[in-house]
Structures are given as structure tokens and as C-alpha cells.
């Protein structure tokens, strides 16, 4: 077992308040960036951890993502591993939004990433494939502990588009850890397209609540009448935040026959947070046919 030198900064509450403060404002100014960088050294567990997380919003500021790939390969804690690991998920976000995953880095395997680097050695690629490589490294290493598996597994969610990343969600989806299937289905929610069979058998009455709701999260944007027809069958769940969660979803996929009709007959629920959730559902069914209404209909654009 590893020993943690835990040592208590006495000011930690205020430190973690103003950690929380920077992530809340999104006040990355350069005082901001030096006092994260600097509690990124805290000998106190909480702070370190705080510090991490925070330091999502500033992950291409100097030395700041060493820092935070130096917790997740060396730091004694787990859970703090585990809050840097969280924040590296921005920088594969960012590599997906500029389009780092061309024709040769979507079938890179590891032993080629230094060819890559040496066609395309900007600083942003530079960071994203040393990020990816070490989640993926993670998340494929069996002597490494599964709660940092799963969130390596989170982190590379964005990149679910790949074969590699699909073939660990179908491995954790099949783990005997509930743990380990809610990151599976989280991940899934980001290509649902590649799912559709998967969540349909997650997506009934005696599924475990978390894994239900999840499942009908990772269902949102999937625009399929299957899912959705899946999600119809649990309306008559009694649980609040399942029927919430359903009726929201079905608002955004919006291939069922006569929804505005069940939306209408939630809105009356004697719950109110399924009536909030009926009205917002309303809304947005309202909204997203109307928008395409002036697509199709008129030749509007976005």
C-alpha cells in the first residue's frame, strides 16, 4: 500500500474557495493561472486536487499541463489522479475541434505517433497525441486500478469515434462494475449512432435507476426512432428523475408519434419536477420543430 504524506495547509478552505471561484468565473488571468500553478504544488491532498480541476480552464498555459500529466503518472492519491485525469479531457476536446484526427492520426496506433509528430510537430498536436497516448495507455493498462481506467475512459469520450476508444466502451460496458458500464454509457452518448443496440437493452423498466438514466442521457442526441420508441416503454416508470430525463430526451430526438400529446399529459404530473421537465421538454419540441419548419419548409439556414 502507498503511504501519502498528507500535510495540511491551514488556509485550505480559502484556497479551495478561490480554486472554486476561478472555475466558476472562468477568471483565468495571469494571478489566476501563477495561484493555480502554484497550489498544483500543495503538499495538502485537497488542495492539490482542487487545483487540478481547476486547472482544466488554463491547460495550454506554461508548464501547467506537465504539471498535470506529472499527478496523473506519479501522485500517491487516486482521487487526485483521478481530478487531473479529468482535466486532460480538454485537451483531447480541443485536438476533436481542430480536426487533429486526420486520415493518419484516426488509424495511428501508439508505435506511430512519432511518425506523426514528425509531419505535424505544432505545439497543439504535440500536446494532444502525448495526452491521448497517455489515456490510452491508461486505460488499457490491467495493473492499474480500475477507478482511473474509467476516468481515462471519460476523458477520451470525445474521441469515441475511433476504433480503439469504441472497442474499450464495448469492454466496459460488459464489466461486472456499475462504475465501470455508467462511463461506458456516458461515452456513448457522444456517438449514440454507434450504439443504438447497446442502449436499447439498457433502456427498460428494471434496469438499475443510474444506469437507466444514463443510458437515456447517452440517447439524447441520437435522433433515432428506435431509442426513442425504447424510451416510450418507461413512461410509466414511477420515478421522478427517470420520467424527467425520458421526457427530455424525447423532446430531442423527436421521432415520436404524438408527443406533443404525452408532453401536454406530463405537464400535469403530480410531481413538479416532471412537470419542469414536461415544460422545458414542450419547449424545446416547440422550438426544434418550428426551426425546422423554416429549413425545410421556407429555405431558412441555421
Known amino acids: 500500500m502507498t503511504t501519502v504524506n498528507y500535510q495540511e495547509d491551514p488556509r485550505w478552505r480559502e484556497i479551495l474557495n478561490e480554486l472554486s471561484r476561478i472555475r466558476e468565473q472562468e477568471d483565468y488571468s495571469a494571478e489566476s493561472v501563477e495561484f493555480i500553478r502554484q497550489q498544483l504544488q500543495s503538499m495538502d491532498d485537497r488542495v492539490r486536487g482542487g487545483a487540478a480541476l481547476a486547472a482544466e480552464g488554463c ?30 479531457q480538454g ?12 486520415a493518419i492520426g484516426a488509424e495511428a496506433d ?20 502525448r495526452v491521448k497516448n497517455l489515456l490510452l495507455g491508461l486505460v488499457e493498462d490491467e495493473m492499474e486500478s480500475m477507478e482511473v481506467r474509467e476516468a481515462a475512459l471519460a476523458s477520451l469520450s470525445d474521441l469515441g469515434f475511433l476504433p480503439v476508444v469504441r472497442e474499450w466502451i464495448d469492454y466496459f460496458i460488459q464489466h461486472q462494475r456499475k462504475s465501470a458500464r455508467l462511463v461506458a454509457l456516458h461515452a456513448m452518448g457522444k456517438y449514440p449512432q454507434y450504439w443504438e443496440a447497446e442502449l436499447a437493452r439498457f433502456i427498460a423498466p428494471e434496469t438499475d435507476k443510474a444506469l437507466l438514466m444514463e443510458a437515456i442521457s447517452a440517447s439524447y442526441a441520437s435522433q433515432s426512432a428506435r431509442l426513442a420508441k425504447r424510451i416510450e416503454g418507461i413512461l410509466g416508470h414511477p420515478d421522478p428523475d427517470v420520467l424527467s430525463y425520458a421526457l427530455l430526451a424525447l423532446a430531442n430526438i423527436n421521432q415520436t408519434e404524438n408527443l406533443g400529446e404525452i408532453l401536454q399529459k406530463f405537464s400535469l404530473h403530480p410531481d413538479p419536477r416532471v412537470q419542469e421537465a414536461a415544460k422545458d421538454a414542450i419547449e424545446h419540441f416547440s422550438r426544434k420543430n418550428f426551426d425546422q419548419y423554416l429549413r425545410k419548409e421556407l429555405g431558412y439556414d441555421d
Open 91 to 102: 485537451v483531447i476536446r480541443e485536438g476533436v475541434e481542430q480536426q487533429l484526427e486526420d
Open 59 to 88: 491547460l495550454f498555459e506554461p508548464y501547467i499541463l506537465d504539471m498535470l500529466i506529472d499527478l496523473v503518472e506519479h501522485d500517491p492519491n487516486v482521487a487526485i489522479r483521478k481530478a487531473a485525469i479529468q482535466s486532460l
Open 110 to 129: 501508439f508505435e506511430y505517433a512519432e511518425d506523426w509528430l514528425e509531419v505535424e510537430s505544432d505545439r497543439l498536436r504535440d500536446d494532444y497525441l
